[in-house]
């Protein structure tokens, strides 16, 4: 169970594959108030972060990964 | 922008309408010379300051039309209309790139997908199946430029990959990357990683090869192409571009991406000098004073422990995301590394004047620098400002009246000196008067310009035999207004050794400047009202009469200065009628007709304002031309006409208007259909068809809702007509007018004043408002009693010295309260019976009176046209604002009578 | 002292002329019709003329046309001030020789900056 789906926030966890992506981009399109924790996740696939890039949703906790948290996580947020 | 980028960006525009214009010349006349060295030129000056910028689509999509069109003018290949066409594309493509770098300063995205889709094209237009593969592969850097003429782009060999987005970098991480290049002598390369839409089903992650890229430095994750909206979004189309800087080296970097080929993947090395360059913008500087002043002679006297303690020291106090901030951290680095010239480089763009210490050797330059703020501090000669001409008339030694004429009046007045000598013949009894009497004035004119004189006298000498030119040199031999777009070249005057130099603004200071001196004009206004106040709600008539000279002083100044800006917004004709060759060309073709474009007279000038607004009409009537003007070939040659048709464009100057022509030799307008067609479209009943004469009647086609043709043409229809061309032209005060003659041709006729600054109206009150009427129209002001208005019908009319002048109230046709123009008729101390107050004005068909209730003096006003949905209005043709902060409503009287 | 001749048969824009360009510093003479213009021109030079057209006896055009070809200065500038501002009017004043045209109503101050600098006072 990578991802998580809560009532209003989604909680990607572990590694996130390619897989997710879809799943992903309908729960946000379902819930777009809907927000991402990325704190336990330690990679996610380019397509998972393509759908996060182009709906960009608030972040509830950004990732505690390194790589994530330093080049990802501007993707995502723009800045 | 910076101004190097800036300057590229202007000037390219520039050799791409030189090119166009070139080669379509070069396609009526293949063995035109001089088109082809023009064309040639262009391209490659074109190229060449792409090559300055890495812009590499552009400088190598630039290179193969360079290389093509050199086969041509080698005699190796023909010049065929394919080739014109894909070579016009091709300089259509760079104009977009053009506008892209000048909104962002890059490249757009896809710039080498289309680059290289239009070098396929122009091989495939040239019939080129020889050496394809090999132009292919050839790496586009590398690619060696035409051997004749060296090119500044960087030395290929030690230049490594410098793409545009280098200065995207951060500073922290371009100065993390070079100290480990200059400290761990760490290899950096670059990296551009851009996966294939349908990356995401072959099963790889490319977040993944990107994460095993060893000591990354930077990275930056943006779509290559912009987003879908969410709801429309497909998951799995791959549209991400990974751009990344690395220390880990080329070799190890692409490792990572083993499967990916060069269509996804570019890395390369990048030279850590090309790293070095201060970012920012350019901020506050004074906390720098200090270090300023010690760090020229430290940095003299090598004591670079002292400069780096200091340039520390300063770089803690000043902020590292501006400019300066970043130039001291920078400094540290290049201190630490021992790098003299980066040392050097840096201190001069802190403003330091550098002077190498004579016991250094200094290393080469590592010039020239990949992003071009870097190189800002050094070449000033990019901004060198020289006077803007000579022209105006600010000589200390003429009489003070000189600035009560502006000099664009006097150069209208010298332009008038050509057309009355033209207009006699050189063996004319006359002929002697008219060369005299021109002379005369033209030096008077020169004198008050401030101008040498000289060459009027030889130049005389040549007008009475005949020849007009070297006179025409003379009228216009001062007017090198700068305008912005186009460069004034460096003008030797008779003598030879003085020479104006002119240098490059861009047009929206010069806006800017116009609208600051319009204001200028507009708030001077506000004296006249406040020496009223002084005097009669204060008392105080000294200080009112000081206010009136004052206000005089700065009336003066003020007009003078408006006299320089607008003959600095002087542009010629010609920035309009360069697009002509090229709609005639495509439309004709299009629709199978064969023209022939004539354009006389592309150098008369007008104001920028006037230029602009006449784009869109002589468009309009243009295509209005090719479209319904010329016949096609077969009905020309039934006709007896030659089967090429002929459109004229011609423009001039005629005291302070401009005219400018359309005329074809088509088919001409038939007056009796145009008279059909407006009694079918209901425009018209069929009563007042038949008193029209054949000359009213085409007059038809400025009615609004009328189309010569029952079908909406592709060309010139989209609901737009003559209408149109009429309103817009009028709002600005022009006129066009029309005159055809059936199987012969038509003509149509603007005519638009030179400028459009400032208006002089006359203000008048009715029912407690204040409108203006343009004072040219006007042609006296009378009151008189009531019982002079005498009743025809319906109408009103007064007899004013024997003439019958129809009436018309203005609170009436404004539809305003008449019960509040209280004084309409009035009756005071001066009169036995009511007056009415009469305004008469000129129109087309006779003098007008206007009854209004008062006037008001005459005001300068700056009038703005009409914008949203008042611009429907055409009861207005604009609106001033007053001295007092009222706005003031100018009548078109034309809409209105 | 700059001197003027007005050519007008009306009394009216005679006066106007002059106040106007005697409150500027001209010195203003008054002719009726081009013919009389010509006896005037015949003994006292001129720096400028102010000429209108439609005039009994002879008009703007022949008379402009007459200075032109017989002096006694043929290049004297001449300013013609046309009543209707129709086309064909400044062609015709320009090729009579006038060096400028201009149409009524003329604003006071365009007229009083053209005859400045074309009577040479500003030189």
């Known amino acids: 169970m990578p991802i998580d789906y809560r009532k209003t926030v989604a909680r990607l966890e572990g590694t996130c594959t390619v897989e997710e992506a879809e799943e992903l981009l309908q729960w946000l399109q379902a819930n777009p108030q809907g927000k991402v924790n990325l704190k336990e996740c330690g990679h996610l696939h380019a397509a998972v972060l393509q759908v996060l890039m182009a709906v960009r949703p608030p972040l509830s906790a950004e990732p505690s990964d390194p790589f994530l948290a330093r080049w990802v996580t501007p993707a995502i947020t723009g800045t | ?897 | 002292m700059t001197r003027v001749l007005v050519v007008d048969d009306a009394q009216t824009v005679r006066l106007y002329h002059r106040e106007l360009l005697e409150q500027d510093g001209f010195d203003v003479d008054e002719a009726v019709n081009g013919l009389e213009a010509l006896e005037r021109l015949a003994d006292t030079p001129y720096d400028l003329l102010l000429v209108d057209v439609n005039m009994p006896r002879m008009d703007g055009y022949t008379c402009v046309r007459r200075v032109r070809t017989d002096g006694p200065d043929i290049g004297v500038p001449v300013i013609m001030v046309t009543t209707e501002g129709a086309a064909g009017d400044r062609e015709q004043a320009l090729s009579a020789g006038a060096n400028l045209h201009m149409a009524k109503p003329v604003q006071p101050e365009v007229l009083l900056s053209r005859v400045r600098l074309m009577s040479g006072v500003l030189s």
């Open chain 2, 1 to 897: 922008m910076n101004p190097l980028l800036k300057q590229f960006v202007e000037e390219t525009r520039e050799f791409l309408e030189d090119a166009a214009s070139g080669l379509l010349a070069l396609e009526k006349d293949p063995t035109d010379r001089d088109a082809m060295d023009r064309v040639f030129r262009a391209m490659h000056s074109t190229k060449g300051g792409s090559g300055l910028f890495d812009f590499d689509p552009m400088t190598d999509l630039m290179h193969q039309a360079e290389n093509l069109l050199d086969e041509v003018r080698q005699g190796e290949r023909p010049l065929q209309g394919a080739l014109v066409d894909q070579l016009l594309d091709v300089l259509d493509q760079v104009n977009r790139w053009i506008d892209a770098i000048e909104r962002d300063e890059v490249l757009p995205p896809d710039a080498a997908a289309a680059s290289q889709a239009l070098v396929d094209k122009l091989r495939h237009a040239a019939g080129d199946t020889v050496d394809t593969a090999a132009d292919a592969d050839a790496a586009p850097v590398a690619e060696p430029v035409a051997p004749d003429t060296p090119t500044p782009a960087p030395p290929v060999e030690d230049a490594g990959w410098q793409p545009e987005w280098l200065a995207a970098i951060p500073d922290a991480q371009r100065r993390e990357a070079v100290m480990a290049a200059w400290q761990d002598g760490a290899e950096l390369a670059l990296f551009e990683f851009q996966p294939e839409s349908g990356a995401f089903f072959t099963g790889g992650d490319p977040l993944l090869l990107v994460r095993n890229v060893e000591r990354l430095v930077w990275l930056a994750i943006e779509p290559a192409t912009p987003w879908d909206e969410p709801e429309s979004m497909d998951a799995y189309d791959c549209r991400l571009r990974f751009r990344g800087l690395a220390s880990s080296g080329a070799d190890a970097v692409a490792a990572e991406f083993a499967f990916e080929d060069e269509e996804t993947l570019r890395c390369e090395r990048v030279p850590a000098d090309a790293l070095v360059f201060a970012g920012g913008e350019p901020g506050d500087a004074t906390m720098l004073e200090e270090f300023l002043a010690s760090a020229p002679e430290l940095h003299a006297a090598g004591d670079h422990t002292a400069l780096r303690r200091s340039a520390e020291a300063m770089a803690t106090l000043v902020s590292p995301d501006i400019r300066e901030g970043s130039a001291l951290a920078w400094l540290v680095v290049a201190l630490d590394a021992d790098r003299q010239d980066h040392v050097a480089a840096l201190l001069r763009e802190l403003g330091v004047a550098v002077t190498t210490p004579s016991a250094q050797e200094p290393e080469p330059e590592p010039e020239p620098e990949p992003d071009p703020d870097y190189t800002e501090a050094a070449p000033a000669s990019v901004a060198a400002v020289g006077p803007v001409g000579d022209a105006a008339p600010l000589a200390g030694e003429s009489r003070a009246d000189v600035s009560a004429i502006d000099p664009q009046a006097v150069r209208a007045v010298m332009q008038e000196q050509l057309a009355m000598l033209g207009a006699v013949d050189t063996d004319d009894a006359a002929a002697a008067g008219h060369v005299a009497a021109a002379g005369r004035v033209l030096k008077r004119a020169l004198v008050a310009l401030g101008e040498a004189d000289d060459a009027v006298d030889t130049a005389l000498e040549n007008a009475a035999k005949g020849d007009l030119e070297p006179l025409r040199a003379v009228v216009q031999g001062g007017a090198q207004g700068v305008p912005a777009t186009s460069a004034a070249p460096a003008v030797e005057t008779a003598g030879g050794e003085r020479s104006t130099k002119s240098f490059r603004v861009d047009a929206e200071s010069i806006d800017f400047l116009g609208d600051l001196v319009g204001e200028l004009v507009v708030a001077k206004n506000s004296f006249p009202f406040l020496a009223e106040r002084a005097e009669h709600e204060y008392g105080v008539r000294d200080l009112a009469r000081e206010l009136k000279e004052r206000f005089n002083v700065i009336s003066r100044i003020a007009q003078d200065m408006q006299g320089a800006v607008m003959q600095v917004q002087m542009l010629p004709m010609a920035q309009i009628f360069q697009r002509f060759p090229r709609l005639v060309r495509d439309l004709s073709r299009r629709l199978d007709k064969q023209i022939e474009l004539v354009q006389e007279g592309e150098q008369t000038e007008a104001d920028k304002t006037v230029i602009e607004v006449l784009g869109e009409p002589l468009t309009h009537m243009v295509r209005n031309s090719i479209d319904h003007g010329i016949e096609s070939p077969e009905a020309r040659q039934a006709a007896g006409k030659p089967a090429q048709g002929t459109i004229r464009l011609a423009a001039r100057q005629e005291g302070e208007h401009v005219i400018v022509e359309v005329e074809d030799d088509g088919g001409g307008l038939d007056p009796a259909a145009l008279r059909r067609k407006a009694v079918d479209k209901e425009l018209i009943s069929q009563a007042e068809a038949e008193r029209l004469t054949d000359q009213e009647s085409l007059q038809l086609i400025f009615t609004p809702g009328f189309s010569t043709r029952d079908a909406v043409s592709d060309l010139s229809g989209r609901g737009v007509g003559m209408d149109v061309v009429r309103s817009t032209v009028n709002r600005y005060g022009g006129s066009v007018s029309v005159a055809s003659e059936q199987g012969r041709g038509t003509r149509l006729r603007l005519a638009m004043p030179l400028t459009m600054a400032v208006s002089y109206v006359m203000g008048v009150e009715v029912a407690g408002q204040l409108f203006g009427v343009p004072m040219e129209s006007v042609v006296e002001t009378v009151r008189l009693p009531e019982s002079a208005v005498r009743k025809v019908k319906q109408e009103e009319a007064v007899v004013l010295r024997d003439e019958v002048i129809p009436l018309r109230r203005l609170d009436k046709l404004l539809m305003l309260d008449g019960a509040q123009s209280d004084r309409r008729a009035r009756v005071d101390a001066t009169y036995d019976e009511p007056q009415v107050t009469v305004l008469v004005v000129r129109q087309p068909e006779g003098p007008v009176g206007l009854v209004v209730d008062d006037f008001q003096e005459g005001l300068d006003v700056i009038v703005k046209p009409m914008e949203g949905v008042l611009a429907s209005i055409r009861a207005y043709s604009g609106t001033a604002l007053l001295g007092d902060g009222r706005v003031l409503l100018v009548l078109n009287l034309r809409e209105l009578l």
